[in-house]
């Protein structure tokens, strides 16, 4: 049998050593500093993590992404969040991040990162969320991503919310659940990168078959035009026009 501990028999002390690397290595990229993930690793099992392996490390750091993604806390963003998290462990690596000050965030707080958006709509969609949320008028570019915006979870979840499983592209209901809520996407109708607003009057909730019709399909702008019949929240938002 291999010397190697089963990751099940983890202790505080290797859990608190697995986290203050990653709270270090969090810094470094919070800052713009680069880190390199193998070296971290490395020494790590050169000293608090001995009887750990390469694979073992790397999940266990995955492990902390994900305990932060449903603390509603950032993350590093070459860690990405592992799906499963053992019972026994979530608890263990969140105790350890409370006691080095690592705090429960706020899920309101918009973000360009598709999973905490997503966690944080959840959370939010549990709630109740009368009043309409002011959104985003102009959403910006994450500055280290090109292709993702800072959108407000608020906006995804009271849209859902209101569409109450039904989609408000075709009527239907949802196709299944997930997370034990109806699946809807939210689908900006103007989009975010032809500088549309990430506001309520500019979202709605689709099933998976209608959000890629308005994306992808030969009638995606009579489709898309229907819309703005069906809900009648949406408002037009101004077409772009080049400065001379």
């Known amino acids: ?109 918009a973000t360009a990162d598709e999973e905490a958006l997503e966690q944080r709509a959840l959370a939010l969609e549990k709630l109740p969320l009368e009043d309409e949320p002011a959104g985003i008028v102009k959403p910006k570019r994450a500055p280290a991503q090109s292709t993702a915006f800072i959108r407000d979870p608020k906006v995804r979840a009271w849209v ?28 900006h109708v103007k989009h975010l990168a032809n500088k549309g607003s990430d506001r309520i009057s500019n979202a709605v909730a689709l099933c998976p078959n209608c959000h890629r019709r308005c994306h992808h399909s030969n009638d995606s702008k009579e489709f898309t035009e229907s819309l703005y019949d069906r809900v009648k929240r949406l408002k037009r938002e101004p077409l772009n026009r080049k400065t001379m």
């Open 160 to 187: 859902r919310q209101k569409a109450k499983g039904i989609c408000e592209g075709c009527g239907e209901p949802a196709p299944f659940t997930k997370n034990d809520s109806p699946y809807l996407e939210v689908h």
């Open 1 to 109: 049998m291999s010397d190697k501990k089963k990751d099940t028999d983890w202790t505080v002390a290797e859990i608190e050593a697995a986290v203050d690397a990653y709270l270090k290595m969090f810094e470094l990229e919070r800052i713009g500093q680069k880190f390199n993930k193998t070296h971290e690793n490395r020494v790590l099992r050169a000293s608090a993590l001995h009887n750990r392996t390469e694979g073992s490390v790397e999940f266990r750091m995955q492990n902390i992404s994900a305990v932060l993604l449903r603390m509603h806390r950032e993350y590093i963003k070459g860690y990405k969040p592992a799906r499963n998290v053992g019972s026994n462990v979530e608890p263990a690596i969140r105790a350890v991040l409370i006691a080095k000050g690592v705090t429960l965030g706020d899920p309101t707080v």
